[in-house]
């Protein structure tokens, strides 16, 4: 498997795991002492599909177009 295979996976789940969690969001609560806010866990979530396309552009084809004149 290819790392741009590998990163369109990662992309993809955690693109499915924003839609489950945006669809029922949660408020922010406190388990034991842990702050868990699952805004900061959503925004976690979408640095690493903007990483991914950063990673995945990186490692696409360029394309130049050029045109001579006489």
Not at 41 to 47: A, P, S, T, W
Request: aromatic share 8%; hydrophobic share 40%; net charge negative.
């Amino acid at each position: 498997m290819s790392n741009a295979e590998q990163l369109e996976i990662v992309k993809s789940q955690t693109l499915a795991r924003i839609a489950e969690i945006t669809a029922q969001p949660k408020p922010t609560y406190q388990i034991d002492g842990q702050m868990v806010a699952w805004g900061d866990y959503l925004h976690q979530l979408q640095r690493t599909v903007d990483w991914c396309n950063a990673q995945l552009a990186a490692h696409a084809p360029i394309e130049v177009q050029s045109q001579g004149f006489c």
